[in-house]
């Protein structure tokens, strides 16, 4: 089983539209999370860290259910510029590494 | 806004080659990683660096693969003998001490061995 597993898409979808994406992670020790966006032969940036209680960045909103180890993103009022790839990251506690476990990544196609 | 930057950009060379990859990650950050990501793949963790020694790695960064922080700016990746399949892209990431584990990326190397 992947660790960190995304619906690679791609999500074709209209400006203005709002679309969510999905993650399940495998390891439940895994304590830190974060959405990474990547663009096209680019590095990945950080678009925003995920917190139990969820949270919420202008257009954009994270959840988090550690019980089903899942993880979402909301983006509302789709961009032309939101189109790219969404990573989905995790961080493990139990094997001492503090290193990003990244998703394969879900792509994102906001059309006029 | 500080930025991490990298070295170069595009880096061809032949199997069995040396490289280096640099890196100089955001001046007050204090921990340091390289990973890689294969063309069509996801980014995978390689090494991480703190207080001037690999704190973890994973099982691609063998014994080719070497890294160091010659002064106290620069981070550096080194393969002593490249193969085809570490053609990859590079990217470097630092992160501070008191910011949880949000780790900030550089532009990357695109490493291509031939």
């Keep these: 089983r992947k660790e960190v597993e995304q619906d690679p898409g791609p999500f074709n979808v209209p400006e203005g539209a709002t679309v969510a994406f999905n993650c399940t992670y495998s390891n439940s020790a895994s304590q830190s999370f974060f959405w990474y966006r990547q663009d096209c032969r680019k590095e990945p940036k950080l678009l925003m860290s995920v917190y139990s209680s969820g949270n919420e960045d202008g257009r954009f909103t994270a959840q988090l259910n550690r019980a089903s180890q899942y993880i979402s993103l909301l983006i509302r009022d789709s961009k032309l510029s939101d189109s790219a790839t969404y990573l989905c990251v995790v961080v493990h506690m139990d094997t001492g590494r503090r290193a990003l476990t990244f998703g394969?990544?879900?792509?994102?196609?906001?059309?006029? | 806004e500080p930025e991490v930057t990298q070295t170069p950009s595009?880096?061809?060379t032949q199997?069995?080659?040396e490289v280096i990859l640099r890196c100089v990650p955001i001046s007050n950050h204090l921990y340091f990683y390289w990973y890689r990501q294969i063309l069509g793949q996801k980014v995978e963790f390689l090494v991480s660096f703190y207080n001037n020694e690999i704190s973890e790695k994973s099982e691609i960064f063998d014994d080719q693969f070497s890294v160091e922080r010659p002064d106290g700016s620069n981070?550096?990746?080194?393969?002593?003998s490249t193969k085809l399949e570490d053609s990859a892209m590079y990217f470097c990431a630092s992160r501070p001490r008191d910011r949880g584990y949000e780790q900030y990326f550089g532009p990357g190397t695109r490493l291509t061995v031939t």
């Excluded at chain 1, 394969?104 to 006029?112: D, I, N």
């Excluded at chain 2, 981070?75 to 002593?80: A, D, E, P, S, V």
Aim: proline share 5%; net charge positive; no cysteine.
């Design chain 2, 15 to 17: 199997m069995g080659q």
């Design chain 2, 10 to 12: 595009h880096q061809v």
């Design chain 1, 104 to 112: 394969s990544g879900t792509r994102l196609q906001v059309q006029p």
């Design chain 2, 75 to 80: 981070f550096t990746l080194k393969i002593r």
